[in-house]
Structures are given as structure tokens and as C-alpha cells.
């Protein structure tokens, strides 16, 4: 918890400038369009990250806040049934108004009201406490950001570039080591007095049989082999639904992968590169990083396994599927009001994964950090790491 | 047929501009969006008009003609199967790129290509008729790009307006009279040396038996007693097709009709207005036509009855569903090629309205005019006429 | 109109027991599926055309009858809407209850309750025409119930047979002539005493141009030609609706058309066949007949062009698309109350077929009668006449 | 693993003999239909049940085995990709051949052919290996033969019972007790001589915390209540999947549940009846289960909690939904080859059920057996018992 008000007011401002940075590179055009349901349009980003400040606690704490405009509301609420009506999902990018510009305005007069009402009342624990809330779900939302971007200019037939400076990887160079860990009981969960979420609370003992966990992410030149062992047509490897999943959407590598004249190549925030063997493995679904697995008669380490190894492994390149459902820990219990659909109503039907990504805001994650997806998203800067 | 080099150039600019004057008034947010698969971005038609004169006339007519750029022909084709592969319609709004900016950049490097090409070759008749069908087709486009405008704003929820000095229709105030027809033969079809489509040529007989037609358009007030006596639930009014389309698409009144607390209102490009029963009806279905027909005890007339009275009256307000399926005419013949994909391909499924909009171009419209849409479309600016 | 009771009476009971005979051929549970929703279960069928019967006629007529069971209506009704609630046409293969043989009885019960009330009430002209009804309605499903029993063992992976001894065509061993039809007004529609529909009354005139109609109908031997000069392929042949379902649905060949090694077979219902070349083509969508037309280089008649042209040629083989949509005549009347959803409400969206079929009932097509059918079924006996 | 030849045939011809108890009482159309894509024809069980012992063991084992018939194989795999193609899932309804007598034949030669093969091949621990295999395969099918029946029949707008001595429940009299577990390693998994699925096995360590567990299931009595508090319409306590699944489907209450002004029936396998508020609640869903534990302010407990615990209570009248994911336990391996199909390929997006229901055949189930489904099923005999 940040206990000073100027410290939290800074971590505000510049999150909230952060998030404007992240879509600088952006033609307005690129602001607007939904191509899949799971991809915002930016703009919403922009207007939602707003609205969670606007409904949540201005509305609440400032007797006098006059809302921008009392339809952003409807516009820019993403889930919170509790919250009232919305927009449904997959109309989001059918939405040419507010503009651009209404959205950037919307941002300021939010931000400033919002340091205004901070500063007011620099005493009151609870505000600060929503406040920091608020910050965290923007840091969220700017890594949704820049993988929905990649996603809007990706699969657009001209596939231009976000920027050249953005560098997505990394090269691993070392030699994959198997770093062991014994049988135990081992604590799990969030333990110190930094800001975490609710799903990483409830501190707890789990059992650990004795495994190894892989000192390096796979790697595109691994990756490659499987794929080129046919790996996508051997049906054993793959999950009932996995199966179904390839076959119906004609997978056959990565997403982002593209095979000119036999040869490899991708689009990354940088343009479309030729594959590079010693990249991270990325964007591959968990149906994909288990298929990969059982091929290498290996496995997926649970969530618990790769947290209690973690110190030993460097992370944070990409989020690492892991073979863990995400479930709540012993004694969850959510948030009471509207704060409660955070996280806990995603509980079922969802693997997680863990460490971080190119695209994570700084310092937005941490080694008891619990991310969590459908099994055959991949939009996001996903990869793989095996145990045994 | 235009002989005149000069007077088609002249043509062909007027034709250009006034596409972009329509599109005036938009944000550049507006372009890009496509809420319904019949809703194509503004964007899109600016850029498939476009390159509908590069693709048909430039690349073949200009020997050292250089793309624009050579995907824009994947991105703007729009059913042209014979002309390659491209983006599918329900994605055209999935694409932020190109941007406005770049699709005005493309139209000014075709107009003005073009202009030149018509210059060099003034005596080429081949040439000259190809792009007087461009011209047509922009304009079928500029009808279009109105319609989908009002559908993009009138279906956000902050329902901005186009323009405040669009004005959408004249008030009704003749009390209908009926205009009576003579049984006999008649000839049906375009006869005079102006332009016309394929469909409307192969002017021919047609028998005719004694009828009479309404001297006026079917308005809000006569429409407003229909659903107050309830009709949009009175199944034996409806086709079985219609029925179930208003099922489950809860349809209940007009597209646009709005109901506050008991009082009419309706969207339309000036902003919402309080709903003027002396207007009339308009975005209807050929569905709720045909039910509002059935339920007077009345029927639409056949696109032939329309086209043999339609000097008794005026029309040009709205365009009016007939009985007709939209079918080949006698000795009916596509034009070779591509260009034959341009009307033949459609006679199948669809009903054919007559008459013309206040959307429709000047001087697009005519007598022998055949308009075509599934029964099921109203995003137009359709409405009914009267017969017995 | 029938006038004699005894002999509408024998024409019931001998329509009743035609078809039960139609069905001799089934195991139970071919009574019970439904593969497709097009396809009704044959026991559907049984109990359907009862229904009619027991709905429209016992119960209003007959006023002590007792329901042989009061939630058959439930079961039974196709698409009276204004008759009640009903099982929904896509669940009529998922009701394992009744069973055939509390089916069957159903079909003793009314047929005999119907026959006392015809023997008690000879002179009730209105009872008389409703039972004439009722028993055309019946003779319509004795077709379906030949298509549908066709579909259901054809499209099982065993192919089972329905009866050696069903005979599916006579050869076409003529060349085909060209019979010519001079321009001119010419009468349409039922014009004696016999029965017909509502949908063929309302005799009117329509003016032809000069046209020639073949004397036979296409073979699969020329349709053959058209498979093999790739007309499946062949964009430019086809409605933009047409090559939509081709592409979606894989079809590259008439229904139930089997290659094996380059070898063509067709399941019959007398089993899987060798391709007669002579056959007249069958079970065709509209949009393959007219693609098959196109590539000729002629097209279909109208369904008036076949109307007067028909008593110089055989027909009765194969229901004939026509390019004519199926549309009202003038002053066309819908008859009153839930008997009017028989014929009118399809007025929209489907195609006229003239002729008959070898699954047509004895008696009850004539030169008059209209068939109708969406543009893409094919499950049908159909086939198609050239004109030019 | 049962040594004895004569002891392993005996349990052979039972279970055979006990499938086809089960479907005495049904009609012949009851065996065909397939009114959901989860509900199989129970015509399909029974000769699926056959085929595994056809072509996992005849095939392989006898060197002269005759197929039955060839076609069978593409009839009966349910999902078995490595043993090739197969009818699709939701094409089994579809089917009316083979005829009921037909499989019945089928049956009795594999049955017969199976006993003869392991008479002369008593020593064969492989063989028998397999044999038994296909039994719990078989007995495993009992099961859901019983509650596709229920389904069948239960939806059926006649809803004829299927026996009147099928007894679906014990009333429920005790009042719950917490049952306390202390904190502590346990051991999980299958531990004795006796037979198992793959998914038991791996016998490892879990650490527990403390928790208690109800002695009792819940009853109508109290579901009831949560129902009357409006449980279906509070958003708060569903997860935001089961939210919108309760939405779609239009849920409010159990399966089967019937409300006839104001009084609650349910359908059982005898019949509908009144609902029983001492009846432990079933065929409710895991996201109904979880929301009505919410709302007590309580939880499900993990598999291992309950396999811990379930010592200390009775079970086997429901199926219970745990809060675990049905998940490989450490070093779980899959069977080589098809058999490796069985289980692992289905690990992902399901929830783990323990215990057994009135519907389990005699000695199928066991403290370690892992039951699995998708969290919205519900035509099983599911039910739940909270922990804290």
C-alpha cells in the first residue's frame, strides 16, 4: 500500500499519461475497429480505464462531480453487471462516436477531477485504496493495449508497423538447464505489503513432489522441429478440444507466423521479421503449448511448481501457460459490491499463467502474479516452459 | 449515351466531388466502422468507387498506368469473383487501414489519371461507355454512402446528427386519390438514348389487367394505425418468412421509430425528431409492407403496374416495394466478363423497388429504374404505394 | 368438385390406405428421424395429415367428438400458427412418442370418426369441400413422404434400399426438338371444374414473346458435359446466391450422386445405381438448373411460358424449375381464417415448379398446378426444360 | 485386476446382459433419437458398448475373426480419431439403420465371439487386461444409457415413464453435521488390487488446511430457497460464464423441474411427480451448484478434500460437483495407442465430480473415482454437498 499521497498522486499521473503514450504511434483509424470480439478498439481502453475512475469512485467520493457525459457510462462499462447496462462486447468496434478527441478529453477532465479529489482528501485510506485499484486495472489495460494494437495492425492485409523501436524479445542463447526442486510443503501466495489482487491473497501450504523445471522458455527453433515432425496432424498430443480448436480454424503455427516461398517469417510490433530460431516461442494457445509438450514427452509445470522455482529462472519475457485451471485459493473470498466481479467470476474454465510479458507494464507483475485466459486465446505475448 | 468528351469529364469531376461533399460532414471515426454486414464504412465506399475506374478502366486503357498500391485492389473489390480474390464484406470494418487521409490520397491520383486518359483518348466510344458506367456505379455508391451513414450514427447511442439541413422527405398532405389503369398491353422497359442498366433493357410486352394505384405514398399517420390496431401481431397478416423475422428480430415499428413514454419519435440525419405523421413511412421492410397491404385489404403493385402509372403521379421521395420479384426481363443478356457480375447475378431471392429516394443522386433515378433488395432490408429509405 | 358422397368417401378412404401402403416398406425406426429440418420424420407425416383432418374438420363438425389424444395437436401441427403452439419443425426427429403403432391407431381412429360424420352429413356442401382439402393435403404429403423416406435411407451410410421394385424413371431415348410458341395474350390459371388450389385460381391473362421450348427434359448425360467443362467452377454461370451455397455446402454434383473411381453411381430407391446417361437429371437446386442453363447458352422457362406450352410435350416425370418466382396471381384472395396460411404466406423468396414427379400421387398434379420451393433444395424429384 | 478366467467371463455376460436390462422397457423409436448433442440413442450405446470389443480385442486377438459388418466401425467410434472416421457426434439421431434388431444380432455375435476367444486364451493377462477394460467401458455406458433415457423421455411433450420401480433417491431426514478435517498431508489416488481408470492413478501427497464437510447433500428443501430468494437473479453469485449460460438458456430452476400454478413436479424415471423437498436436489449444474453455495456463503469442496473425508458420510446417490478442475495427476501417463484416447485427452475445461448416483452401476464406482464434466451439463444425476 502507498502510504504517501504525493507518491500515489505521481504513480497516478504518469500511469495516466503511460497509457496515451502506449497509442502515440496510432492513425485515429486505428483507435476504432474491433476485428475479433476478444480485441478492444484502443479508444475503448482509453474511455474505460476513465469510466472505472469516474463510476467507481468520483461518482462516490466527490459530492459535487459533474459526469463529462452521462452516456459514457453505457459506452465504456465492460463487465460489472452490477454497474448497469453496457454496450455488449462484440459492438464495441461499431462505435464511431464518442471520437478520438471526445475520449482524450473525457481522460483529462477524469484526471484532473481525480487529482483534485486525492489531494482533498489525502487522509482517507479507503480512497487511496480504490485509487491504487484503479491505477493497477489501467496497467492491465495498457498490456491489452498494445496486444490489441498488434492485433488491429497485424491482421490488417497492409501490415504496418506500430513503431521500429519496439523490441519484442530477448534472444535466448543459453542451453536449456533442468533446475530441480525438492518434494516439500511449500507456502503459496501473496506475502508482503506491496499491492496485489484479491486472487493472489490467502496465503497457503500446497505439496510439491519432487520436479524440474527448465531454465529457459522454448524457443521458435524448437517450436519449429514440432512443427516440422508434423506435430499439428498427430492426434495423440493434442486435447479432445485442442483438436476441434486446429482443425476448424486451420492452424497450423503460431499466430503471427507466415510462410512465404517455404520460408518463415512474423509480424511483430516492429513489422514482419524474418523468424528469428532463438525467439521465445510466442503466441501459441495452451492447447498448442500442451501438444508441444506431450511431443517432447514433457509437460506444463503447475502454477504452484513455477512459483516456488521462479527465483531460480529468469522471467518476464513472455506469460508462461501453465498446467494449473485457475481456481480460487483456500479461503478466497471476493471483494463485497461491485469490486467483487473482479477477478472471481472468471474462476472457471480458464488455465493460468504466470510471470509477465514484453507488453507488461512495468512493475505490473510479480512472481505470485496469477494471469488467466481461455485455453485458445493467443493474442496475447504468450509462450511455454516444460517440467518434468 | 454522353458524345461529348468535354461533357463526360465534366460529369465524371462533378460525380467525383460530390461523393466527398456528402462524406463532409463526418468525423474520421465515421468511416471506418461497419455495424451490420449491409453497412459498408464510408472508407470503403470511397476507396471501392475508386477502384472500380482503376481496376476496369485504368490497368486496361493506360499501358504504363502504376498502381496506387497494388493490395488496394484486395482491399476495395467488393463481389467481383471474377476479379480476384478480397477482403470479405462482414471484415471491411475490421480494417483501420488504409486511413481516410490515404484513401483521399487514392482518389485524387485516380480522378486525376482518369481525367487524362479521357483527354488522350477522346474518340475510344469503348472507353467512354466504361466510364459512364463508373459514374453510375458512383453514384449507386453515393446513395449508399447516405444510407449507411444514417445507420452508423442513428444506431450509437449518443445518435449524433449528419447534417441539420438534411431534409428527409415533403409532407404529405394530398388526401389519396386512386388512379385507374385500363386493361391491355403494354411496353415495359427503357426506351430512350440516355444510360440505363442491362435490367432494364429489352423493352417489352406485358398484359396488364384493370387496376388502380394510390396518387400517394403510404405515410406515418396510416402506418400508425396499423400498429395500434396491433398488426405487427395479427400472424395471418404476415408472410410465414415475415413472421418469423419479426420474431427474432423483435421488430415492432419502422427502423429508427422510437418510443419515449408513449410519444413517436424517429432518427434521422438532422437528429431525432418528434415523429411527423403527415411524412411519409419510411424504413420498412418489404415484410411490413406487404402486412400493412394486407391488412388495408389492399396489395402492392408489380413493378410493371408502377412503371405503366407512374407519369400519373409523383414520386422520387422514397423507394417504393413492389409485388415483383427482381427477375431477368426477355431476352435478357449480362454483359461479358466482370461487368456481367454487375446486376444478372442478384435475380434471385430479391423484390424490386421503383421509384427513387431523397438519398438517391440527381438525375440517377428514372421511370424504368429497377432497384432490388431482399424483403427482409430497410436500412434504405423505403416505403409503400398502394394498389387494387 | 366432387359431388357424390360415396365417392368422396372411397376417394378418402383410398387416399387413407395409399398412404399407409407408401410406408409398407419401413422398419419402425425409420418412422422416427429427421436428418435434415426439411425432412420430416415419416411418422410425422402419418400423424400430421391426421391432424388436419381431426382440427379442421372433426372438431368443428362433429360435435361430440372426443381428441383421440389432446396433446397430439401439440405434436402434430406444422405450421398453423394461428392453430396453437407447436413442436418446433427441427424437433420432430427427437420425439421418440408416440410411437408408430399409437400412430397408426390414431390414423383408424379419425379415419373412421371421419367417415361416420361424411355418411351422416351428405349434404353439407362446406363439410365436403373441407374433406376434398384435407385429402389433397394428404396426397401433397404422400410426395413428401417418398422424398423424406428417400433422404432418410439415402443419407444413411448403409444405403438401405426402400424397393426393388420402385422405378425412378422412364429413358429419354427422343432428341430433344425445339416446339416454338407464338407471341400473343394467352390465358393462365385453373380454368374447370376439378379441384385446385387458391394459388392457381384467378384466370387471367399474360402477354408471351415468341419463345421455343424443348420437347424433353435434360439428361444426365448432358448434365454430365456440364460437370466434366468444370461448371461447377465456372464463376460467371452462377447467381452470386448460387456460388455461395456451392461453396459453403462442397456440391459439385447433383444429389445423391456418388463418384467411386471415377465411376458415377446414384442412390435410387430401388438402391445404389449405376448413372443411367438417359435418366432425366434429378434432385437439382434451382441454382444449378439455371447455371446449367447458362452454360447452354439458353434458360428456364416462365412458369406461363410452361403453362402454355405444355400439352405439346410429356411432363410428369420431374417437377421443372422455372425462372419464374412463386408470386400471387392478380387478384389473388387468401381463404379465411387458419386455412388462408396454406398457400399465401410462401409468397415470397421461393421458386415455381411445374409438372409432377414419379413421387407425385396419382391424379393430383395438373397442367395448372404450382409447385413451389426455395431456391436451393434439392431433395425433391426435380429436374429442368430448356428454353430459349 | 480379476485373475480368475471363469470370474472375468462371468462378469463379461452380466454386464452384457445387464446393458440390455436396462432398455427393456423402452419402445423401438426410443432407441433412435437424439433430442441434444449430449443425449446418445440408446441404440448407439448399445452397439458402441460392442464395437469397443470388437475392434480393440476381436480384431487383434482372434486371427479369424469375421466383422460383423465392415460399416459398424464408421457407425459406432464415438471419438476415437486414431481408430478413424466415424458418423459425427450429432449425426447419431439421424440414423434409423442398423435397426435395433440389427444391433441386438450384432451384440450377441461379438458377445458370443468374445466369450469363445477368452475361454481359449485363459492365460492371456493382456487380453484379459483389455476384457476388462471393456466392461467398465460398458458399465460406464449403463450409466449414461440411464440418463439419456431420462432425457428422452422426460422431454418428450407425452412424458411417459420409464418404470414405475425405478427409485431415483433416498429421502434426506438427518440434519447436516459439519464433519471436521484437520490440516495435514494426505495421500490421493487409487491405492488397492483392485480395477481403475488411468486418472486414479499416481498416488501422491496434497496438503490440506482445515476444512469441514457436510455430512448430508443438499436438499430441494433448501435450493428451494435459494430459488425463492431469487438466487437466478443475482448476478453477484454467479460466475460470469454460468451469468450468461442462465441467460441464454432462460434457467431458473433444476432440470426437470416443472412449475404448474405455483406447485413444483419434477419428471422421474417413474413418472412426474410432486417435488419431494427431503430429495436431495439434482441435475443441477456445477455453475448452479457454485452460485447456490455463494449464496449460503459457503463452498464446494476440492476432490480431495472429499476423497479425504468421504469416509465419514454416506455417498453415492448423486453425482457431487467439486470445486477442483479435472486435471492429470503428477506423472499421470496416458495408455499407449488408442486406449491413451480414453481419459487425458479430455483434461482441460471440465470439472471433477466424485462419488456415484442412483443411475451407477453396482461396483462401477469407488472412493477415487473421477468423474468429469463440462461445468453447464445437467442431464446426469448431479447434485452437491458444501464445505467451509
Known amino acids: ?116 479529489l486525492l489531494q482533498e482528501n489525502d487522509s482517507l485510506t479507503e480512497l487511496k485504496e480504490l485509487i491504487e485499484i484503479g491505477i493497477h486495472h489501467e496497467k492491465q489495460h495498457q498490456e491489452l493495449l498494445l496486444t490489441d494494437i498488434k492485433y488491429i495492425l497485424g491482421n490488417n492485409p497492409l501490415q504496418p508497423l506500430y513503431s521500429e523501436n519496439f523490441n519484442e524479445y530477448q534472444p535466448i542463447s543459453n542451453t536449456p538447464k533442468w533446475l530441480p526442486v525438492k518434494e516439500g510443503v511449500y507456502k503459496i501466495g501473496h506475502n508482503d505489503s506491496g499491492f496485489c489482487y484479491d486472487n493472489e491473497l490467502g496465503r497457503h501450504n500446497v505439496f510439491l513432489s519432487e520436479y524440474q523445471i527448465s531454465s529457459e522458455l522454448v524457443t521458435n527453433a524448437e517450436y519449429l522441429k514440432f512443427i516440422e515432425d508434423d506435430g499439428y496432424n498427430q492426434v495423440l498430443l493434442w486435447h479432445s478440444e485442442g483438436w476441434d480448436w486446429i482443425e476448424e480454424n486451420n492452424i497450423f503455427a503460431p499466430q503471427y507466423w507466415q510462410n512465404q516461398d517455404g520460408e518463415w517469417y ?27 509438450a506431450q511431443w517432447k514427452g514433457l509437460r506444463l509445470p ?45 474462476m472457471v474454465s480458464q488455465k493460468t499463467l504466470r510471470g509477465g510479458s514484453v507488453a507488461t507494464s512495468d512493475n505490473h507483475t510479480r512472481a505470485t502474479y496469477r494471469n488467466f485466459f481461455h485455453p485458445q486465446l493467443r493474442w496475447q505475448f504468450t509462450g511455454l516452459r516444460l517440467a518434468r
Not at 284 to 289: C, L, N, P, Q, V
Open 1 to 116: 500500500m502507498i502510504v504517501s499521497t504525493s507518491a500515489l498522486l505521481d504513480f497516478f499521473l504518469k500511469t495516466r499519461t503511460h497509457t496515451e503514450t502506449i497509442c502515440k504511434p496510432l492513425q485515429i483509424e486505428d483507435y476504432v475497429v474491433q476485428p475479433i470480439a476478444d480485441v478492444s478498439p484502443p479508444k475503448w481502453h482509453l474511455g474505460h480505464t476513465t469510466w472505472f475512475f469516474e463510476d467507481f469512485i468520483l461518482k462516490k467520493y466527490k459530492s459535487d462531480y459533474k459526469e463529462f457525459n452521462k452516456q459514457f457510462a453505457f459506452v465504456f462499462n465492460s463487465y460489472y453487471e452490477s454497474m448497469g447496462a453496457r454496450v455488449v462486447r462484440t459492438d464495441r468496434g461499431n462505435l464511431s462516436r464518442p471520437t478520438v478527441g471526445e475520449v482524450y478529453a473525457y481522460r483529462k477532465y477524469v484526471t484532473s477531477a481525480l487529482a483534485k
Open 266 to 292: 512474423c509480424y511483430q510490433l516492429n513489422g514482419v521479421q524474418k523468424l528469428d530460431l532463438q525467439a521465445p516461442v510466442t503466441h501459441i494457445s495452451y492447447y498448442e503449448a500442451f501438444a508441444f
Open 302 to 346: 503447475t502454477e504452484f511448481e513455477w512459483e516456488i522455482a521462479q527465483s531460480k529462472f529468469d522471467w518476464g519475457q513472455r506469460w508462461e501457460w501453465t498446467e494449473s485451471a485457475y481456481l480460487p485459493y483456500p479461503n478466497y473470498t471476493k471483494a463485497p459490491g461491485a469490486l467483487g466481479e473482479y477477478n472471481g467470476k472468471f
